[in-house]
């Protein structure tokens, strides 16, 4: 673990420098300064979005805010695939370490003395380097919050270009879709109101379908990974594991509450970004389950 110490620290110390370029903690009243002002520090992520937003918007989007979003945020989200890809190679190494995994724990069982602690450590720590697991290859997917944090501040701030004079001025989209007005809240009359209710509930919806998926595929795999075991030597989940998994469901469903109570806050800009967002996740998770045969194929030889 020492070894890997200062690599953990870069790691963090990024994460938390692309958070404060994300200016996800500013108060930012414009999302840009104006044509011969300064650009603000924490606006290094939000004004590429903005520029990448105004020429789409310019272009292949027909001037439609909505088409904007869409369009936007399957880019950025595609732009991401990288480090989604690097994380789901985690999780098939995990699934492969899974039945030495087992092993171990099998033959360490009862055995509670500091001795057979500190051997079942280090054999542990062996396996994870057999297998190239580590904290930093999780701590990858926090990486994707910076940018998708920009992107909702992007969204914050650009309906307040309208009419000054900024290097990205938006007033000339036209912000409904379906009758909704992606620019303003749930204030602006009782359909403003009851639609951005629909688009909360959902966000709710495909946040937990999403989930609920990818907890499936998860357990199918692992099964799929012990299926050359004998049933009693496949381990049953610990108290440990049982408490985790209980506390990623209580984190699920807290989430999606929270994500529900935000776009009921916030501009419908935030309830369809968050709506395509959700969908596009569900289909990125669905292709890298169909391509984990394969991959897995080639961990192993690389293993």
């Not at 990448?52 to 989007?61: F, Q, R, T």
């Not at 171990?104 to 297998?131: C, H, I, V, W």
């Amino acid at each position: 673990m020492k070894k890997h110490y200062k690599t953990y620290l870069f790691v963090a110390l990024a994460i938390l420098g692309l958070f404060l370029f994300s200016s996800c903690g500013g108060t930012g009243t414009t999302v840009y300064e104006p044509i011969d002002g300064i650009k603000k520090a924490g606006d290094v992520l939000v004004w590429p979005m903005a520029a990448v937003m105004w020429l789409i918007g310019k272009s292949i989007a027909f001037q439609n805010y909505g088409l904007v979003i869409l369009f936007s945020t399957i880019l950025i989200r595609t732009a991401a695939w990288p480090i989604y890809a690097k994380t789901n190679d985690m999780t098939l190494k995990m699934q492969l370490m899974a039945p030495e995994q087992a092993k171990l724990e099998q033959k360490y069982a009862g055995k509670t003395d500091p001795e057979s602690n500190q051997r079942k450590q280090m054999e542990m720590m062996q396996l994870y380097k057999k297998f190239g697991v580590g904290i930093g290859g999780c701590l990858l997917q926090l990486l994707q919050l910076p940018i998708f944090l920009s992107f909702y501040q992007t969204l914050q701030r650009i309906p307040k270009t309208l009419g000054a004079e900024y290097q990205f001025d938006f007033s000339f989209l036209t912000t409904k879709i379906f009758g909704l007005d992606l620019f303003a809240g749930r204030d602006a009359g009782e359909f403003q109101k009851w639609g951005i209710i629909i688009l909360a509930v959902l966000v709710g919806g495909t946040q937990i379908m999403s989930q609920l998926l990818a907890t499936h595929r998860q357990k199918k795999a692992k099964l799929e990974s012990q299926s050359t075991l004998p049933a009693y030597r496949q381990p049953a989940p610990t108290d440990t594991q049982k408490q985790t998994e209980m506390t990623m469901k209580i984190m699920m469903y807290g989430m999606t509450v929270m994500m529900m109570f935000f776009v009921y806050q916030s501009t419908a800009a935030l309830g369809l970004y968050w709506l395509v967002g959700n969908l596009y996740s569900t289909l990125q998770a669905y292709i890298g389950y169909k391509s984990s045969k394969k991959r897995i194929e080639q961990l192993k030889a690389k293993i």
